[in-house]
């Protein structure tokens, strides 16, 4: 009789051991970032929409017209010129120029894009690289850009081109950039969005799902060297406690994205 109730503590106590373990395996997947899904509030921040942002069958729906909702010289002689067209302010100049403002021929365009996202995002096994044209959406419903201009080609020269919120629409015919007619975008840091949320605050989304931030993190200004080849890392951010990777966008090469996505990206039509 003993010997039973020595069996039978044996067993209660293993039985304990092997339930605290699984409860333990069980949060740490729980804080991977491979689990998450991003409720649609967070979504909801992005307020440059076309219509209602939409999630079904894990993705989210997201339709923006790409028209900034700030001022810009590449509203001149559209249809809203009259209360969007502000000329190059040379007071207030665009850091990232090399020279004098160098106004493209192109102009701002109302356009019908789809973003179709990931609402479970997760790293890829195998990393795919960005295309020319859209590669996210930010809060206002602008696009983001890569980091050229053309295959391979670096912004240099385009970059005197960028307006004082550090935008420039695409050429009105099909050519460079795989440009849908005056499609404005940002290929940098959306002064307009870091400017009125906050330089650490959330920017938008790359089309694999994972958010897009400021180039400011607890107080420290983020640079490439503190990111990985595709311009993130992962760790707990304001809208997401559990942790996340994120991308941010930085003062040097390549500005939002490195190497390809994180993820596998979604799609976007236009
Ligand atoms: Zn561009
Ligand atoms: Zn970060």
Not at 89 to 115: A, C, K, Q
Not at 211 to 221: A, L, R, S
Request: include cysteine; aromatic fraction near 14%; hydrophobic fraction near 25%.
């Amino acid at each position: 009789m003993k010997n039973f109730f020595f069996y039978f503590l044996i067993t209660l106590i293993s039985v304990y051991f092997s339930c605290s373990d699984s409860e333990s395996q069980n949060e740490e997947e729980n804080n991977s970032d491979d689990q998450i899904t991003i409720p649609i509030d967070i979504y909801k921040k992005i307020y440059g929409i076309s219509s209602e942002i939409t999630i079904s069958d894990g993705f989210v729906f997201i339709n923006t017209s790409g028209v900034p909702d700030h001022k810009s010289p590449y509203f001149k002689d559209t249809k809203w010129h009259s209360e969007k067209y502000e000329p190059y302010d040379t007071s207030n100049p665009n850091i990232f120029h090399t020279g004098s403002f160098n106004l493209n021929p192109n102009r701002v365009s109302e356009l019908s894009i789809s973003f179709k996202i990931p609402n479970s995002p997760k790293k890829a096994s195998t990393n795919s690289p960005t295309s020319m044209g859209p590669i996210g959406v930010s809060l206002n419903g602008v696009p983001f850009y890569n980091q050229y201009a053309g295959m391979s080609e670096p912004l240099t020269r385009e970059i005197n081109s960028f307006d004082n919120y550090n935008g420039h629409p695409a050429p009105l015919s099909p050519g460079a950039e795989n440009g849908s007619g005056g499609r404005y975008h940002y290929h940098m840091e959306p002064f307009w969005l870091t400017t009125n949320a906050g330089k650490d605050a959330l920017l938008g989304f790359l089309l694999d799902g994972f958010p897009v931030y400021g180039p400011e993190e607890n107080g420290k200004t983020i640079s490439t060297s503190d990111l990985d080849a595709y311009h993130g890392h992962s760790h707990s951010t304001k809208d997401f406690s559990e942790g996340i990777y994120h991308y941010h966008t930085t003062a040097d090469t390549p500005y939002i994205n490195g190497s390809g996505y994180y993820g596998t990206p979604g799609t976007v039509s236009n």
